[in-house]
């Protein structure tokens, strides 16, 4: 059910994509560049199988990409055309995120894994989240406002690592050491909606998104994905 939602949404933004930037001739505003950069930080839940295994965790995350048209030549007298409030762009994102394992998922991993005795020693574990996907955008500008939206589909990588207690002490093992690590490598969708405020170049933006992941990451969906940071 939730790949199904997941295939809705992404069907409907591709489309509201497709649909949402008039192929006209025009200007854009001053502000728009044929760049975008971004990037912020923020806070994501965690739902589907994994929900049970993680709770909330801090997100970072940096995007470059380009728009899909240039500015017109006013050689060619665009500059009498009238203002492009919308337009379409393509962009690169890459999120990462660590999360504490919850106390109640270390043991049941170790009692469904009894041929491993390295598991014996785990006492508590953490798991690290990166994500990178590319994809089509809108944007819609006006005045120092702009609304923007994009979909895209990429890489996931869920890496979980199991610590155990410190045995040499804290000058030779400053941290738990780690007993067990294991990853998973898959495709995976993003989504996400935000706008951006303020003058002309840097603006302050906020964003509200998921990624959900495929194959071996079925199971893992970061929603929702609160974040803010700046955007050029």
Request: some cysteine.
């Amino acid at each position: 059910m939730r790949s199904k939602a997941v295939l809705g949404v992404s069907t409907a933004t591709l489309a509201f994509l497709a649909v949402g930037t008039p192929l006209c001739r025009a200007q854009y505003p001053d502000d728009v560049h044929p760049i975008i950069l971004d990037a912020g930080a923020g806070k994501t839940s965690v739902q589907g199988a994994d929900k049970r295994n993680f709770g909330s965790f801090v997100i970072y995350q940096a995007g470059a990409g380009i728009l899909f048209k240039s500015r017109p030549d006013i050689s060619n007298g665009d500059s009498q055309a009238p203002t492009r409030h919308w337009n379409a762009f393509f962009k690169g994102n890459f999120m990462y995120g660590q999360a504490d394992l919850k106390p109640t998922a270390v043991q049941p991993i170790i009692s469904a894994n009894p041929q491993n005795p390295s598991l014996l020693a785990a006492t508590a574990g953490s798991g690290k989240f990166y994500c990178a996907t590319l994809g089509p955008g809108a944007q819609y500008s006006r005045g120092r406002v702009s609304l923007f939206g994009q979909a895209g589909f990429g890489w996931l990588r869920r890496s979980i690592d199991l610590t155990g207690a410190t045995t040499e002490g804290t000058v030779l093992q400053p941290n738990n050491p780690s007993v067990f690590v294991q990853s998973g490598n898959s495709g995976a969708f993003r989504g996400s909606i935000g706008v951006a405020a303020g003058t002309k170049g840097v603006r302050a933006f906020v964003e509200a998104g998921l990624v959900q992941g495929f194959a071996i990451n079925h199971g893992t969906m970061l929603a929702p994905m609160l974040s803010g940071g700046v955007r050029w």
